[in-house]
C-alpha cells in the first residue's frame, strides 16, 4: 500500500531535515519515494545543493524531490477557480489583482499543494511520499481547510450548475456575490470531488501518517502538545514523535549541566504526554545538518529502526460505541484544557470547540433521534453521551 508521511511542527525544530532523512532511508530500502515541500521558505534545494525547479527532479535512485510552487499549481490545476475567487477578492479590494489576492488567504497556499500530493499519490508510482510542512500554524489551518471549504461551499453553491443559471439575477441581489460562470461552476465541481477526496486520502489510517517534530524547551513543547491535541480533534493518524537537538549526556561541560536537566525535564514531560506513539531521539550534532552526508546521520542513528514507516495502529481514536442504551462518542484530545472546550449539537452534527478550534463531527443515522445528554473530559479524553429522545410521551402508548 502507498503511504504519505506528513512531517509538522513548529518553525525551525528540524523539520526538513527529519523528512529529509526518511526519505534517503527509504530510497536506500529500494523504494521509490517522493519528498515534497509544502513550506513556501523551500529549503530541499539547499540541503541536496542544487536548485530545484517547478516540477519534480530526481536526486539519485528511487529519491525524487520536488519543492510544489502553489501559484503555479493554482494557475495550471484550477485557473477558472482561481479567478473566479480571485474575482470575489478584487470587488473587496479595489482594482487590485484577484490571482495574487487569493494565494494570501490563509491555507489557501498549503491547500494547493496539498491537492497536488493527492494527484501525485493517484497518478504516479510512487510508494512512499514524504512531506515537509511549514510550521505547525499553517499546516493546522490547512489540515481543517478541506472540511472548512466544503462546508462553505455546500452553503454557497447548494445546487446544480442549472439552479445556478436560474437563480442568477436574484442571487446576486440577495447574497451581493457574483455567481460563478459556468467554466469556474465545473471547475468548483472539480474541486469539491477533489476536496473531498484529499480529505479521505488525509484521514485515511491506512494511507496517512503524521509525525510530529519537537525541541525539548518549553514553547516548543506547549505548542507541540496543542498541536496533537488538534490533530485528535480532527482526527488525523499521528503515529510517530521526534524529539530533536538533544545534547549528549557525556558533554563533559559545567555550563550544560543545567541545560541537560531542562531538556531531560521536557523529555520525560513529552513521553508521558505521548505514550501512545513511537518517541524517536534526534541528537544535537556538532554541525549544521547541511547537505546530504550530514543528513545521513540521522539515518543512521535514529532511523536504523525497521518500523520507521510500518503502518502502525494507534488505539486512540475518535469512535461511537454502545453504551447501556444510548451510545458514546469518544474523542482524544490530549493536553486539552476542560475549560477551553465547549459542546453543541447541531441538527446532524455535534460540534466541538476547543480553544480557536471547532470540528462538527457528523452524526450516524441511527443518532439522529438520540440527543447529548452529558460529556466528561478526563484524561485526554472526552466522552460525549447520547439518550434517545422519547417524543410526545403518552400519545401513542
Ligand atoms: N539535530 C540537529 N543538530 C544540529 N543541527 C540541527 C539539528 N536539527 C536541525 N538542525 C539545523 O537547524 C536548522 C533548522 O532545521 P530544519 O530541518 O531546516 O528545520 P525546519 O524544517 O523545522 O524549519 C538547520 O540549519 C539544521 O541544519
Ligand atoms: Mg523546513
Redesign the pocket.
Same mark, same amino acid.
Request: overall charge negative.
Given at each position: 500500500m502507498k503511504r504519505i508521511y506528513i512531517f509538522t !511542527?513548529k518553525? !525551525?525544530? !528540524?523539520?526538513?531535515?527529519?523528512a529529509t532523512a526518511h526519505a534517503i532511508k527509504s530510497a536506500g530500502e529500494g523504494v521509490r519515494t517522493l519528498l515534497v515541500s509544502t %513550506?513556501m521558505a523551500h529549503?530541499l534545494g539547499d540541503i541536496f545543493g542544487r536548485k530545484l525547479g517547478a516540477d519534480i527532479e530526481t536526486i539519485s535512485r528511487n529519491l525524487d524531490v520536488y519543492e510544489i510552487a502553489p501559484e503555479y499549481v493554482m494557475e495550471h490545476e484550477f485557473p477558472e477557480i482561481g479567478n473566479y475567487l480571485g474575482y470575489l477578492l478584487s470587488e473587496e479590494i479595489d482594482g487590485s489583482n484577484g490571482l495574487q489576492e487569493l494565494c494570501m488567504i490563509p491555507g489557501m497556499e498549503e491547500l494547493f499543494s496539498l491537492l497536488r500530493i493527492a494527484e501525485i499519490y493517484d497518478k504516479e508510482d510512487y510508494e512512499r511520499i514524504i512531506v %515537509?510542512c511549514a510550521p505547525t500554524g499553517e499546516t493546522l489551518s490547512l489540515l481543517k481547510f478541506p472540511e472548512l471549504l466544503s462546508w462553505y461551499m455546500e452553503k454557497l453553491f447548494p445546487i446544480g450548475k442549472v439552479g445556478v443559471r436560474i437563480l442568477e439575477p436574484i442571487s446576486k441581489a440577495a447574497f451581493k456575490v457574483e455567481m460563478p460562470n459556468k467554466a469556474a461552476m465545473n471547475d468548483i465541481e472539480k474541486l469539491y470531488v477533489k476536496l473531498a477526496g484529499l480529505q479521505e486520502l488525509l484521514k485515511n489510517r491506512d494511507v496517512t501518517s503524521i509525525r510530529i517534530?519537537t525541541t525539548p524547551e518549553k514553547m516548543v513543547v506547549e505548542e507541540t502538545k496543542r498541536n496533537y491535541m488538534y490533530m485528535n480533534l480532527y482526527d488525523f493518524n499521528v503515529d510517530g514523535l521526534y524529539i530533536?537537538?538533544i545534547l549528549p549526556k557525556d558533554i563533559g561541560n559545567p555550563f550544560f549541566e543545567q541545560w541537560l536537566d531542562i531538556q531531560q525535564g521536557y523529555i520525560s514531560l513529552l513521553k508521558d504526554t505521548f505514550a501512545a506513539l513511537p518517541i524517536y531521539e534526534?541528537?544535537?550534532?556538532d554541525?549544521?545538518?547541511?547537505g546530504r552526508e550530514n543528513i545521513e546521520r540521522i539515518v543512521a542513528d535514529v532511523l536504523a529502526d525497521d518500523e520507521v514507516f510500518a503502518a502502525r495502529v494507534i488505539a486512540e481514536r475518535e469512535c461511537f460505541r454502545q453504551v447501556g442504551d444510548g451510545y458514546q462518542l469518544e474523542v482524544f484530545l490530549p493536553g486539552a484544557k476542560k475549560e477551553e472546550i465547549d459542546l453543541y449539537q447541531a441538527a446532524t452534527d455535534v460540534v466541538i470547540k476547543a480553544g480557536n478550534f471547532k470540528r462538527n463531527i457528523p452524526l450516524p443515522n441511527i443518532l439522529r433521534s438520540y440527543e447529548v445528554a452529558g460529556a466528561k473530559f478526563e484524561e485526554g479524553k472526552l466522552r460525549i453521551r447520547f439518550e434517545k429522545v422519547w417524543e410526545g410521551s403518552g400519545e401513542h402508548a
Open positions: !511542527g518553525g !525551525g525544530v !528540524g523539520k526538513s531535515s527529519i %513550506d529549503n %515537509d517534530v530533536n537537538r534526534v541528537p544535537w550534532y554541525e549544521e545538518l547541511k
